[in-house]
């Protein structure tokens, strides 16, 4: 009686088991295979939550970003991305740490755009602060729109909208542009 009491409780043990595998196994969205171009190849399932994303080119990271959510938007080769922290590589061996609370990246490019409460430093020195930023891979340019402040050395400038390379080097700002030195 004992025994058939065990043997009982651990084949229905074994069949939560299955069940529970099976669901896991059996549920969800098929991966989709994605050829981001020249040699760059991606697998993304339609919804992805707690993922990383990178971007390499020849061997090289280019991005690298931490997302709570990814969605994957086939026809317009785009993947919606929420609650992002990331790095983005420069040429020269620094990189901008980034955050923001969406955005996009082209999947067949290396650009991306980030919108709310967008932060970024730069690890050779240079911050800057904005409600939207888009990235432009090739150029390393950045775009940068609403409420828009960059610090770099004792400057500090902030406008309506901005765009400079991620070095920081040159900024053109426009709408509501103020620069000054030593602080705010």
Do not use: C
Not at 95 to 106: F, H, I, Q, T
Not at 138 to 145: G, S
Request: glycine residues 8%.
């Amino acid at each position: 009686m004992k025994n058939k009491k065990v043997i009982m409780a651990i084949v229905a043990g074994i069949a939560i088991a299955s069940a529970v595998i099976a669901w896991l196994m059996l549920s969800g969205d098929k991966p989709v295979n994605v050829d981001a171009g020249k040699g760059v190849k991606a697998q993304l399932n339609a919804s992805l939550k707690n993922s990383v994303l990178k971007r390499e080119k020849d061997g090289k990271l280019l991005w690298e970003f931490t997302v709570a959510e990814v969605v994957n938007i086939r026809e317009k080769d785009v993947a919606q991305l929420k609650g992002i922290k990331g790095k983005l590589y420069r040429s020269d061996g620094s990189y901008l740490e980034m955050s923001a609370d969406k955005g996009e990246a082209a999947i067949k490019k290396n650009d991306f755009f980030l919108e709310g409460h967008v932060q970024a430093k730069l690890t050779s020195g240079g911050e800057f602060f904005a409600d939207k930023v888009s990235w432009q891979q090739k150029d390393e340019l950045i775009t940068a729109q609403g409420h828009v402040k960059l610090v770099k050395d004792d400057y500090t400038a902030v406008a309506d909208e901005a765009s400079t390379t991620s070095a920081f080097q040159s900024v053109k700002l426009k709408g509501n542009a103020k620069v000054t030195k030593g602080g705010e």
